[in-house]
Structures are given as structure tokens and as C-alpha cells.
């Protein structure tokens, strides 16, 4: 039996599915075709380097060789047109069946399926339990996890504990926002009271194993962007039918979480260039390969500097309580430098907290 060319990572593999693609589309298909597909270039005459230097090359003309060959023996010859010479060899598919190799690409799917199917049984101490239960309902896949999830035969776990207060709310939000659906959620935010919100659900947001709902709410600020926290509404919530469902601009979560460490913007703040300074080689190397943020960089590398070790990052954010909250738990090894007001606010946190453990 072949093996399926389509299946895996590999080089190979990557340049069957797109030389495959490329021929059933029956235009003329050569080596530089498919290699500047791959790099994600629009054309090969874009290709920066002779395509023989390319990484992968060597596969690639594998691959090729092997779909044609493959193509060959479901369809028999004369399914391809030829021109030019070997340096510049072209194909073009003339071939009547239009999926030849429909059988060897549907197992890949029935393959990868499998896959996903044994990730889901090995990784549910990675997901809520409310997840499980609404997207495996009446499945055999539910009970092949619980069983060994009781057996303790699972392999991926999360960190947090995940019977959170109103966890079990999560599917039902998550459908919410597929479908567009208004609703109705009574809200109850800290010392406050119980208010009823009409939310236009827009996103799911997990923070340090909290859950937060975000999107549009009636009569109040902001417009786009306000956020609830799964654990402090108070009854289930309820779909608001008849009213017209308000979305998000395009890309207004992508910016609204660009700079922000956690869900919560302070208002008016704005994003500074915020130097934390790490005492320790370990400490450094922590921050270094545990990035505070995208935006972190190294401005001074990790060495002897005045007498004292140590290295700094900037990192592009706004202050907020989630930023605060992970550099103060790194205690006395993290400190911010810059801009002072950032680090009168840190000040002021750090005298507070020496002054409840006087």
C-alpha cells in the first residue's frame, strides 16, 4: 500500500497538499510554483534566492516526483502536459477524473480526526468539565473520557482549578456570541448592586483562571470592550429576543488586548515604555523566556552593572491591576525603574503591603 503523501509535517508532505492543489487547478505547475506557495510569495518570480539554495528543495522535487507518479497509476498516462527543459520543467494536469487522489486525502482527514479525537480524551483536565458535558453530549467520546479521567490515565493537565463559580455558564456564552444573541444578565460587580445589563456578547477572555465576558452594553461606557466576570453574575442569563444585536468593529479585540496584560483598562491610562529591572541570573532568565508581554525586549543584558547584577526589559503596556499583580508576585527580584509615575504607584503598593506584615 502507498503511504499517504498528504499525512504528517513533514516537507514532503506540505509540498504534496500544495502541489496536489496547484495541479487540480489544471494550470501549468512547476518547482518554483510550489516553493514560493509555500514560503508565502506571490509568485516565483518574487523568490529571493536560485530555488535550488531554497531549504527544502530537495524534498520538494521528491514530493513532486511522488504526486505525479500517484496521479499516473489512479488515472493512467497522457494525464499530463510536459514543456520546457529539465532546469524549467513545467506540468499541467489534462487528466477527466478532477480529485484523483480523493481517497488518499480523505484518510488524512479521517486521520487527523483521530488525532483530535485522542487529544480531546488525553487533555480534558485541560478544559472546564461544562465544556465536556455540552460539546460531548450524548457522545461514546464523553464516556471514554470520564473513564480514564477516573483511571487517571490522562496526560494533559491544566494548572488552575476549573470548578469556578458559574463555569458551567461558558457553552451557553460561547453559542451566544456564534449566534449574534442578545441578553439579558443580572450583574452584581464588587460592592455594588445587583444591576440588570442588555450585553451584546462579543468575546470569551481567560485571565489567571477567571473567565470575562466582554461586549457591548445599553446605556453604558464604554461602547465596545466592557467586561463582566462569569463569577459575579447572579443568575443564569437569559436571551433578550426582538432587540438588534450590536457587534464589535472589525479587529477591535485584537487592539483592545494589544496592550494590556489581563482584560481591564484603567481609564485614561494610556501604554508607556515601562523598564523592569530583574536582580539574579535566574530571575532574568525567568522574564526572558517567560515574556511579561509581546512587547518585551531586553535593553541591558544580564551582568555586573554598578556594582550590582542584574538585567532590564522594557515592555510596552498600560499600568493596570493585572500588570501590578505579576511583577509584585516576583517579590523583591523585579523591580520597575521607569517612568516614575509607574514606579510611584509600585511605591506606594510595596510600603502598603510592608506596612499590613509590620
Known amino acids: 500500500m502507498r503511504q499517504n503523501l498528504f499525512d504528517g509535517d513533514s516537507y514532503k508532505a506540505q509540498f504534496a497538499r500544495i502541489a496536489y492543489r496547484l495541479l487540480m487547478g489544471r494550470d501549468w505547475v512547476c518547482h518554483a510554483d510550489i516553493m514560493a506557495e509555500f514560503l508565502g510569495i506571490t509568485s516565483a518570480k518574487d523568490l529571493t534566492c536560485n530555488l535550488s ?3 527544502g528543495y530537495g524534498e520538494l522535487k521528491k514530493s513532486f516526483g511522488d504526486i505525479k507518479q500517484a496521479i499516473v497509476e489512479k488515472t493512467g498516462d497522457g494525464c499530463f502536459e510536459e514543456e520546457g527543459n529539465n532546469r524549467n520543467k513545467r506540468y499541467r494536469y489534462i487528466g477527466e477524473n478532477d480529485d484523483p487522489l480523493a481517497d488518499m486525502k480523505n484518510a488524512k482527514v479521517v486521520n487527523d480526526l483521530r488525532q483530535y479525537w485522542k487529544f480531546c480524551q488525553d487533555s480534558a483536565g485541560f478544559f472546564p468539565e461544562s465544556w465536556l458535558d455540552y460539546f460531548f453530549s450524548g457522545c461514546r467520546d464523553l464516556l471514554d473520557i470520564k473513564t480514564k479521567k477516573r483511571k ?3 496526560v494533559i493537565q491544566a494548572s488552575v482549578d476549573r470548578a469556578l463559580t458559574n463555569i458551567e455558564y461558558l457553552p451557553m456564552l460561547y453559542e451566544e456570541i456564534a449566534n449574534k444573541q442578545v441578553m439579558e444578565i443580572d450583574y452584581q460587580p464588587y460592592g455594588e448592586n ?22 457591548h452594553v445599553e446605556d453604558h461606557e464604554p461602547t465596545h470592550g466592557y467586561v463582566i ?19 464589535a468593529p472589525d479587529g477591535f479585540y485584537q487592539g483592545y488586548f494589544e496592550n ?10 494610556i501604554a508607556h515604555d515601562i523598564c523592569v529591572r530583574a536582580y539574579g541570573l535566574k530571575m532574568f532568565n525567568l522574564i526572558k523566556t517567560k515574556r511579561l508581554h509581546p512587547s518585551q525586549r531586553i535593553i541591558l543584558e544580564y551582568g555586573n552593572h554598578e556594582n550590582r547584577d542584574y538585567g532590564d526589559f522594557i515592555v510596552h503596556v498600560e499600568i493596570n ?5 505579576q511583577i509584585l508576585q516576583m517579590g523583591e527580584e523585579l523591580e520597575i525603574i521607569s517612568p516614575e509615575p509607574i514606579r510611584a504607584i509600585f511605591k506606594k503598593r510595596v510600603m502598603g ?6
Open 353 to 358: 503591603l510592608a506596612e499590613r506584615y509590620k
Open 194 to 215: 445587583v444591576e440588570t445589563l442588555i450585553f451584546h456578547p462579543h468575546y470569551l477572555k481567560e485571565f489567571n483562571g477567571r473567565w470575562f465576558l466582554l461586549g
Open 260 to 269: 494590556i496584560i489581563g482584560v481591564s483598562h484603567w481609564k485614561g491610562e
Open 229 to 247: 466576570a462569569l463569577d459575579r453574575i447572579t443568575t443564569r442569563p437569559r436571551e433578550k429576543y426582538g432587540a438588534e444585536y450590536i457587534p
Open 321 to 325: 491591576n493585572e500588570f501590578i499583580g
Open 152 to 154: 487517571g490515565q490522562q
Open 53 to 55: 539554495n531554497c531549504e
